[in-house]
């Protein structure tokens, strides 16, 4: 393996920064601050691609800034684990950029200069996290990625999303101090805090006691971010941002910075054989167990279709640390195939729920009966991630369950396993009757989708028939159609015969902008494409690379 010195990876965090300003000084003008915008994210994606094929030779492109404490280099390093977030990011930044114009416009929302240069921004601290050397450098672009992404937490600027603007600080930064205690510890007992690929070798023979607890605490640092329960509930409250940001930094950026992190712990501060030695794996396996298992029961409870889709993510993040918990080579692959595959699969789903809103200003599962008609690509693409997500062959979420599956069978670890397996029937639980009632229900035949709520969890009790006895006299077309569409036939719905029936749509784009629906599709496909060519798409070669320099064991 050899370090090229290059600039490379300092522009690929810098592209985006430095766009920041022509975004901002075009405000006024739309389609430039959006040219800025698209030239960016294609500049960011350019350089990142570039260092691909030599990464994939084992090499490693360094940029050194010099000292920043003593022994301690603000260096970046685009090695084989920092370019597969690296390359997600960059790569699904500029679907999202499209995406973007499309939903603000759509709305005509306020304060869309700030939106896009914060974004930019968000895009500069994310490269960071991923081409961070060390220990130091990381938490310094994982503290600029929270200030970076409050903006886009609280962009509504309602009392809903201060709130969870502030309550994401105090998350966020309270996982910062708890990493950046742990980094002392570990400069403490080593000397160093550079990634090392099989983790730092004085930490083998360092206090058990103190080990532990420096893991510990960057574990429970990262884990905030990677919203590992219970220090999970500011993700939910999030999802009050603009989809764009839910989908890119709620589904990639954010959250996967979190699970990255906890990665690069376990890979290359403590190593696998040391947080085995440690005893840490089991512990972070349990944490991880019990919060893909509790989330899934939430997500059923949601009828909020981005509140569902939130609590999916937490379940989902799980999968990643479980398979870097369970420590065999297999799970970790599973592990990190997953960053890729569920990004492409929830930036779908997020989409989805985006181009929903916009175009009929429905939130709720009980309110989307029949909508399949009125939006026939949109919920295609939503089926196929879907069925991705619950581990459905030919898609991608089936490949990296695979490899946990197979994995944690492998290291003994079978209650693992059958977590894994429950949590995909729950998957199927909560994302099954979004797809069923789309396409095969009426608004005057559904039942309510929050699966568990009432005594048998559906129309015994709650169901549209039971309201609609219960409002005799109340306004047919209101009852029959949630409540929420009598008036909105701009927005998709018939008028006279037929009242609270959705418009049908052509299968030819008719439906939504190209601006949102061309994004849809693309990752819908990346979706397929990860799931039935694997080895030929970059990221699992990426990940079979970063577990064999680890392991020394080639899966």
């Known amino acids: 393996m050899t370090d090229i010195t290059s600039l490379r990876p300092l522009a690929a965090v810098l592209v985006s920064a430095v766009a920041i300003v022509p975004i901002l000084l075009s405000g006024s003008r739309p389609n430039i601050r959006e040219s800025w915008t698209a030239l960016a994210a294609l500049a960011k994606f350019a350089i ?29 390093e685009a090695d084989a684990l920092g370019v597969l977030f690296g390359l997600l990011a960059s790569f699904l930044w500029i679907i999202t950029s499209s995406y973007s114009i499309g939903y603000m416009r759509g709305l005509d929302e306020h304060s869309q200069t700030r939106y896009f240069a914060a974004f930019a921004g968000s895009l500069s601290a994310a490269m960071g996290v991923a081409f961070a050397s060390n220990l130091v450098v990381l938490f310094v672009f994982y503290e600029l990625l929270t200030v970076a992404t409050y903006p886009l937490v609280a962009h509504d600027e309602t009392d809903e999303a201060r709130a969870a603007g502030r309550k994401y600080l105090a998350y966020t930064f309270g996982g910062g101090v708890a990493v950046l205690a ?52 500011w993700l939910p409250d999030a999802m009050v941002a603009p989809t764009p940001v839910s989908a890119l930094l709620h589904a990639v ?66 999968y990643i640390v479980l ?31 985006g181009a929903i809103h916009v175009e009929t200003h429905t939130d709720d599962i009980s309110d989307m009966a029949g909508i399949g008609k009125r939006m026939p690509l949109t919920m295609t693409a939503f089926a196929v991630a879907a069925a991705g997500m619950a581990g459905i062959p030919l898609v991608a979420g089936f490949v990296s369950k695979y490899f946990l599956l197979i994995g944690s069978v492998s290291a003994g670890q079978t209650l693992f396993a059958v977590a894994l397996l429950v949590s995909g029937v729950m998957n199927i639980g909560y994302f099954w009757p979004v797809v069923y009632t789309a396409f095969f229900e ?29 409002t005799a006299g109340s306004d047919p077309d209101a009852v029959a159609d949630g409540g929420t569409h009598g008036d909105e036939n701009d927005h998709g719905h018939a008028h006279g015969p037929g009242e609270g029936v959705w418009d049908r749509r052509s299968w030819t784009g008719g439906e939504s902008t190209w601006f949102m629906l061309g994004p849809i599709l693309a990752v819908a496909l990346g979706s397929i494409v990860l799931g039935i060519v694997p080895d030929g798409a970059v990221f699992l070669r990426v990940v079979r690379l970063v577990v064999s320099g680890v392991t020394g064991v080639s899966v």
């Open 323 to 353: 398979g870097l918990a369970v420590l065999a080579p297999t799970s970790l692959v599973g592990g990190l195939l997953h960053i890729p595959a569920h990004a492409f699969m929830k930036i779908t789903l997020f989409f989805a729920a």
């Open 253 to 318: 950026a954010v959250v996967k910075s979190g699970v990255f992190g906890i990665a690069r712990v376990v890979l290359d501060v403590f190593g696998p054989e040391t947080v085995g030695d440690l005893g840490m794996g089991l512990p972070l396996a349990a944490v991880a167990a019990f919060t893909l298992i509790v989330a899934s029961i939430i997500a059923l409870r949601q009828d909020n279709l981005k509140r569902r889709l939130a609590f999916s993510t937490v379940s989902q993040l799980s």
């Open 442 to 470: 009426t608004p005057e035949d559904s039942d309510e989708k929050p699966l568990i709520e009432g005594p048998l969890g559906g129309r015994f009790a709650w169901g549209r028939a039971a309201v609609a006895q219960g």
């Open 48 to 76: 990142v691609a570039s260092m691909v094929p030599a990464v994939l030779a084992g090499d490693t492109y360094v940029t050194d800034l010099g000292a920043f404490l003593p022994g301690i280099r603000f260096a970046l």
């Open 182 to 233: 742990g980094t002392a510890l570990v400069y403490w007992m080593t000397g160093t805090v550079a990634f090392t690929p099989g983790g730092i070798a004085g930490l083998a023979g360092a206090d058990p006691l103190v080990a532990r607890l420096a893991f510990a605490l960057l574990a429970a640092g990262f884990g905030v971010k990677a919203a590992l329960m219970p220090l999970h509930s």
